[in-house]
């Protein structure tokens, strides 16, 4: 299960961020995660709240914007969705898709914190 590896990064940028802005209290992580990045966000959810406890961040809140999987197809010209993660082909069409436009993230976007 990597995506426990993944919460305690998480973790462990969210600390480094703390240590530079002294003695805040984290009470929320937020986190872009791609339906194409390969991570189960249940799985991630649960791993959070174990690899948070015993650090500053214990009783924080892992909260995850998901990003659809999104396509270029060159043949419509146009944006599409991504129907399955082993299928990069337009739904329209049936072009094969020129580019992954999203759904690949795996970012930490921001910090909630109070003093």
């Known amino acids: 299960m990597h995506e426990l590896s993944i919460a305690l990064n998480i973790i462990e940028l ?9 003695e ?3 009470t929320a ?17 649960c791993s959070y709240e ?12 892992l909260v995850i914007e998901e990003v ?10 146009a ?4 129907l399955s ?8 069409c049936g072009g094969l ?3 992954i436009l999203s759904g690949k993230e795996l970012e930490l976007v921001s910090l909630e914190v109070t003093q």
């Open 14 to 22: 969210a600390e480094e961020e703390l240590a530079r802005h002294g």
């Open 24 to 26: 805040l209290r984290v």
């Open 29 to 45: 992580v937020h986190l872009r995660l791609g339906s194409l990045a390969g991570v189960v966000k249940e799985a991630l959810l």
């Open 50 to 61: 174990v690899a948070r406890e015993g650090t500053p961040l214990a009783g924080s809140e």
């Open 68 to 77: 659809p999987g999104m396509i270029y197809c060159p043949t419509c010209n």
């Open 79 to 82: 944006r599409r969705p991504v």
């Open 85 to 92: 993660s082993e299928w990069f082909s337009c739904p329209e």
């Open 97 to 99: 898709a020129s580019e």
